[in-house]
């Protein structure tokens, strides 16, 4: 098929999310209470979200039905194409066929709308009078707020601040969908005070922003928590990307032979591979799936595999990943989707049991390969989503010495259209290469949670 | 037929371009030229243009084949959804079906590189090694650099002043495709200075900067000079939307009763109503079709029907169109793009002919429509684009009161994610209403061409 874009029809799409966890190699450790330290039950969860998320965040069902409300949604952009990167692997000269799944041409310009909607529906249903949720490079909050709008629910978004001050644009985006938009550390929560009290110029962080959005939400009644990435039901409401892509690879008559996404809590990564890997673990399929995130914040490549807070202040449950540390507040890279200390549970146990691989790329290489996108296949690409795009190059080049007509699909997760900022940086030769002072990685552990 | 979008296979794409000149109601006067004000031959433009498209902006013939390395490129897009705003219907209780016709999901995110690509193959052809052109909010500056990208010409682009200042992030836009992009008034012309010396605080104007890309063409026999709207060959080369629109209401079951879009120079609107006049000069079909502008800008609504040049300078030949007078400085609205003193000849004729009908929109009404369109559809739209939107929800409103179940079709011709700042002003109420005064229609007079 010499397509550059395959589409499925809105009649084609999935009728269900794939749910991982009843096929993980090894059995996922539960979260635990972050008082007690005992197995999570329902009811603890319940102060920040709705029960119907959290069933999805406990289920062994392998498909959980999308409701018709969120399909009606979804359908605005979805089914996102699949394209084939034909001026890429001209320029590069490789015998490897390049394919990205396109999540930028949602209202947002990323694959969150496909949870945000999902979760924004549940907690309507549930009769919800507020959602709150932090976002790093403003791509998750403009996605929640648009998602409220859809559903109209007042949105409060925590901004990490240094990307409130970097990307204006996307406060703007959010606030053009109704949504209240606050940088953080603010002195709106307690959490946000405590921090700036000890460092008043805090630049932020995603492990911050989420202890100001869950403290508002478990002190009051009719507020929720949203987030987006690292939970189950998050991953899972993902799995479209995938399930859409599997449909789109039979129309195109291949396969993948490399599949490589990004990871920031790991939720585009998991959406677009996740429906892959039961058929990689089975044997059936030889497939190489790969996870990229920044040396400046190598969560999956250098992390340590343990119990750890999903926040600063301490307030959420404990979860089992590969984590850099709750306290850790990585380099202002531009790539603040990228920025968060953990990894989702799902995702870590996979790069444990080495069922996918690991790998982070320096900053200037990630913007080396966007801008060879750019002028290539014209799509601008996110720093975030140019992560994956710098190892899919890597890969087609590999392909172009051994001379293999490998097939490799890229996780094209979001547009840099509010990203400029970071591409002038860089091509005025602004940004520099960041790798994690091992030291910062061993002080982690001091914070860690033994308990098992 | 209830899906949100409408799609064609890349294999479904028109292969040739309609030229609405030998289908005008009444013959077409012909460009003068500038000195000696007899009607223009080929030679006349070669210094500015390659001669394939000298032969476009003069063809009578109805088709034009578009080129398979066109079609390459076009492809990485093409073919545009064309949109079903269930949403929008809904908001507004109007029986009417609204559609719109998505020109957004290009890499420059606008209908301009349609033409762009194709002008810039032609050029490419005949071994142009530097192209050069204006541009007003930008959309037209990063489609040329975007195109010159693909076939790897240089590019240079002056982008009025008020523009380059309002939207740094439209020309990175430009730079990250490799282009050169300075603020007209430059030093870096002879128009450019006489004008800067005039009034250094010069807002510029497409006029102006218009001026400054011809001169440097003019003046260099390997630079060519590209034009965005205005001109014919334009035109035919937008009229791929038009054309993949007609296939796909086939698709839907449907039929435009009115068809609705912005106008600054007119190719957006032409290309994607011009197919559809036929019917309508036949009397096969009943249809409205409505060109939009700003009332701070009503060339079509209050312009004089004259010869006039196309730039400040007086360098261009002389067209017969309406327009606002040459020497025009519009006010400094958001909408860039449709700051233009004058319009395509063959709009206008439409237009003076009452085949195509004008309205003029004010801005605070502009970006009402645009909030809600966003509010509702999720996609946030250029402001040009949002002046269409306006009076396709008038024209909607009006069918809630009648009852009417119409058909309205909307060119979408752009995104907003590089017009935040406009959104802002008018989110905080910093934006207001503008009527050009008449005094600044009657003072135009002076300096029309009474050459007939």
């Excluded at 550059?4 to 993980?24: C, G, H, R, T, V």
């Excluded at 490789?94 to 907690?123: C, D, F, L, M, W």
């Excluded at 030769?429 to 949670?449: K, M, R, S």
Aim: some cysteine; glycine content about 8%.
């Amino acid at each position: 098929m010499d397509d550059n874009k395959i589409f499925l029809s809105e009649s084609e799409m999935p009728q269900a999310w794939y749910n991982i966890n009843p096929d993980l190699p090894v059995p996922l450790k539960p979260p635990l209470h972050p008082g007690t330290g005992q197995p999570l039950g329902p009811a603890d969860l319940a102060p920040l979200f709705p029960m119907a998320l959290i069933e999805q965040e406990m289920s062994m069902e392998r498909w959980i039905d999308i409701p018709d409300e969120v399909m009606d949604v979804l359908k605005i952009w979805r089914p996102s194409p699949l394209q084939r990167a034909f001026r890429l692997e001209k320029a590069l000269g490789t015998p490897a066929r390049i394919y990205y799944k396109n999540e930028s041409v949602s209202p947002a310009g990323s694959h969150k709308p496909n949870t945000a909607v999902a979760q924004v529906y549940y907690n309507k249903q549930e009769g919800v009078q507020r959602i709150t949720t932090e976002t790093g490079a403003g791509q998750w909050g403009s996605a929640l707020a648009f998602s409220c709008q859809t559903f109209d629910i007042p949105c409060e978004v925590y901004m990490v601040r240094v990307s409130y001050e970097q990307k204006p644009y996307r406060r703007l985006l959010m606030q053009t969908w109704g949504a209240e938009c606050y940088p953080s550390p603010s002195d709106r929560t307690e959490a946000g005070r405590a921090i700036l009290a000890e460092d008043p110029d805090s630049p932020g962080s995603l492990g911050m922003a989420i202890s100001e959005a869950v403290e508002l939400a478990a002190k009051d009644e009719g507020t929720k928590y949203s987030l987006g990435s690292v939970l189950n039901h998050v991953l899972l409401h993902q799995t479209i990307t995938g399930l859409e892509m599997k449909k789109q690879f039979e129309i195109a008559g291949d396969y993948p032979d490399t599949i490589v996404g990004c990871v920031g809590g790991g939720s585009n990564f998991a959406g677009f591979c996740f429906p892959y890997l039961k058929e990689k673990m089975d044997g059936k399929r030889d497939i190489d799936i790969i996870a990229v995130e920044p040396t400046a914040c190598p969560t999956l490549t250098r992390g340590l595999y343990s119990y750890d807070f999903g926040d600063t202040a301490e307030m959420t449950p404990l979860l089992k990943m590969l984590t850099l540390g709750h306290k850790f507040v990585p380099a202002a890279i531009h790539a603040g989707g990228l920025r968060y200390h953990g990894a989702a549970p799902q995702v870590s146990l996979l790069v444990k049991e080495s069922v996918v691989e690991a790998r982070a790329v320096a900053q200037t290489s990630v913007f080396e390969a966007a801008l060879l996108f750019a002028r290539t296949e014209g799509h601008l690409p996110a720093p975030e989503t140019s992560h994956a795009i710098r190892v899919a190059i890597d890969e087609a080049n590999k392909c172009k010495e051994t001379g293999e007509e490998k097939c490799i699909v890229i996780g094209y997760s979001g547009h840099g259209h509010f990203d400029l900022g970071a591409y002038e940086n860089y091509l005025s030769g602004n940004i520099t290469d960041y790798a994690l002072p091992q030291e910062e990685i061993d002080a982690a552990e001091q914070y860690l949670c033994n308990w098992e």
